[in-house]
């Protein structure tokens, strides 16, 4: 009597499956991370206030590109179509994994801008909410 074998083909799952956004990051702050949908609306407030405040000071525009995948959620400084791209300028502000997205969170009222908070996986129980702005608010 044979021994019954048989192969199971492994399905490869796409890794290269991205979609990047251009967006303003309007800016961001360390929250507890314990902090409720309730609460999100204020610190979007807060943020947008301290843009607000801070580019009267020093206009300064945050044109990002933020890649999403399955595998990591990425922001980068956008240089533009007419800038080659150059490894030594060119840096991330921040990467994280989908897991580490918490929440949520977009404005009816104002459909521009969104917001999402972050935990940080580090011990000291801080997340981040960072929020950004979209030049089409469709996307």
Known sequence: MEPLSFKVKKLQAP????????????????????????VLPWIVAEIRRLSVQSSMEEPSTSQIRLYVSPASLRCELDTGKS????????????EYKPQHVHKLIHNSHDPSYFACLIKDGA????????VFRAADQTK
Request: hydrophobic letters at 40%; aromatic letters at 10%.
């Open 123 to 130: 011990v000291n129980q801080q997340s981040i909410c960072y």
């Open 83 to 94: 800038q080659q791209w150059d490894p030594l300028i060119c840096s991330s502000l921040f």
């Open 15 to 38: 890794t290269d499956i991205s979609v990047d956004f251009s967006l303003q990051l309007v800016g961001s702050l360390p929250v507890h991370s314990l902090t409720t949908m309730p």
